[in-house]
């Protein structure tokens, strides 16, 4: 069923439905298990661990062989830090894994059209799914969205509608176009979580079936950081796994709505004031989610912590000279774990475990224009 | 060994070496086995191949996860066609399997510094896997070279050089510069064609076991359509198929020098006078390897087929449509396919596998200008 977390009212999922009727976001309770170890079947997607969607059994999986992505080691603030590379799922971020399992659903419901807002990637993802499944789709993105994240969900074929001002008022625009077809976001959709939790899964599943200590990760809607924390506490209860991972959020500097209700030991999130940031992926002022992000926080004995815009560039930097390429809101959570070193938070036995959530390649643009144009490092020739 | 196919001389692989002494290109003779199949141990890589690579066993993988990836059903010119999402590489592109096999061999030989020459994508793989060996690394590419490719190859570390003029001018380029460095160059390595088998690996263990029919793939300097050919006859020989699928080897018609080669039925591939084309990344005026290219063709039973740019631009927009976002280049061997249907060449009960090499996102400027200011298909709003 799907459960609202704040008026605690149930209802069944047999009926397309995205909010409560008082408005809140719904939390899924999916009657999912995790009783078996995943079959090989169909080795290469989240499919693998389809028993713990919840889904019914004639939901037909919309798959692009999202997950089972890559997990490397790199020295990062002078430890060893566990990096999953997610921006190797296929439209290029991690967004797949919930947009996966969403579309499934909404194409079960026989949902014909979607809209959604995105800064981007959730966009791409879910123009692409939309794609496959023969779903039309709308996506609202701010004016100041990355050029190759525009251009990828245009070319799926969905309807860009790219609206002035800030990520909120995209949001605003989306809603208001919503009223006469299906607001599939990844902000809202509880079945998008479902997806996002087999990131947990594959990582345990990457170091032999234990958890790491730590997950640093980026928070801005908060689908990652829920899914994460969803996903190590089925494991938990499955008896996987022995304890769940101690989750470190991180925040841009110019948009921690997050870290200020951290800070001030609040149950939700309020609104602040943004500015600019290379982390367009998690300027998120509002997030719809607030109140599950910071239970998730507290109940992992977790932190958060913000960047500023440098440290997210040079991360950006450092992360492509030991090869790994993503763009900058990718950047900003390895970004934190220098303070996390100086905070003296990481025991030396410890094993820290990052995702890394968008290509490099989304960001050509910023990336041109930071390295090359305004010449901090340049000493290549500018690319073009 | 090294064997040299022009003069027969063989060498040890002990001592670093690019070419023959008398400058033809050289092949590998590795004494590699595909006895077992492969191990779960390391689910995702290439290197649960590693028998089959005739590598010492005391070097070590310089890997980033490449290779594992999906293998999709869409429909191309009204057939149900395998599409295996080789974009979903490390760095964007199926470079990486050979990159990955021949930095780690370049690693054992303790070389310092490499140069290459590319169109791109090849440059940002090589560049990326220098950087995981700690390999220093100069990269030739032709000023037309796409942005997200130079960026790319920048960021990674390497010393990126832009030389105006054609794809040839650049390869003269980087052979000057390879007189005191190490000419690294995919277009030359065997090693580098020892990583690329294992596509064909993978597409067999996806199909549980079979080959398919024909595998349509675009040609420019050859990696892919020998790794392809070469791992398809190992399975062979060992017994794990009982075709070599043919080879569809797919040009543009503004640089089809294999195409001229084949339809004269010539042994060797002279060079031709090219234009320029959306097929970046296959505009070869003057492959190196195009004896061999010639052999595997034949060998199999192949046939070649020229594309023209419309229809490059048409299956890259169609294949988005359906999901998969790729570079033009990557579009223009499925492009070929309609031709293949009317030419009564693919019977319906055969199956045809095609590899997508290039991700989108590394041509954003390209598919911006081409679809977004020309006004040619924009019902969208430009995407910037």
Request: glycine share 10%.
């Amino acid at each position: 069923v799907f459960f609202c977390p704040s008026c605690r009212r149930r209802f069944s999922t047999s009926q397309p439905r995205w909010r409560c009727d008082c408005h809140s976001y719904l939390l899924g309770e999916f009657n999912a298990s995790l009783s078996h170890a995943p079959s090989g079947e169909d080795q290469r997607s989240i499919w693998r661990f389809r028993e713990s969607f919840g889904l019914s059994g004639g939901a037909r999986p919309v798959t692009l062989g999202e997950g089972s992505t890559p997990l490397v080691t790199r020295r990062i603030a002078g430890r060893e830090v566990l990096c999953k590379l997610d921006y190797l799922c296929p439209t290029g971020s991690y967004k797949d894994r919930g947009s996966s399992v969403m579309i499934t659903k909404l194409k079960e419901w026989g949902i014909g059209e979607i809209v959604d807002d995105s800064s981007g990637n959730a966009g791409a993802s879910v123009a692409a799914y939309a794609a496959a499944a023969g779903i039309r789709c709308r996506i609202f993105v701010p004016t100041s969205t990355s050029a190759g994240k525009a251009a990828q969900i245009a070319m799926y074929g969905a309807d860009l509608v790219r609206v002035p001002g800030t990520r909120e008022d995209t949001e605003r625009a989306a809603l208001q176009a919503a009223s006469d077809t299906f607001y599939a976001s990844h902000n809202w959709s509880p079945h998008f979580l479902v997806g996002m939790k087999t990131v947990a899964y594959e990582i345990v599943e990457q170091l032999d079936g234990k958890a790491p200590d730590w997950v640093v990760t980026p928070v801005g809607g908060g689908s990652l950081l829920l899914g994460l924390y969803d996903g190590f506490r089925d494991m938990l209860r499955a008896g996987w796994i022995t304890d769940v991972p101690r989750i470190a959020a991180v925040q841009s500097t110019r948009c921690a709505p997050v870290y200020e209700a951290w800070r001030k030991n609040l149950c939700d999130v309020p609104a602040v004031a943004k500015g600019e940031t290379a982390a367009e992926g998690i300027a998120i002022a509002a997030p719809v989610r607030g109140r599950s992000i910071l239970e998730a926080i507290r109940g992992s004995k977790g932190v958060v912590y913000t960047v500023e815009e440098d440290a997210i560039w040079q991360m950006t930097r450092s992360l492509a000279e030991q090869s790994l390429y993503v763009e900058p809101t990718a950047a900003a959570a390895p970004a934190a774990i220098s303070s996390m070193v100086a905070d003296g938070l990481l025991q030396a036995d410890e094993r820290v475990a990052i995702v890394l959530t968008g290509i490099g390649l989304k960001a050509t643009d910023k990336i041109v224009e930071h390295f090359f144009f305004e010449g901090r490092r340049g000493n290549n020739a500018p690319p073009r």
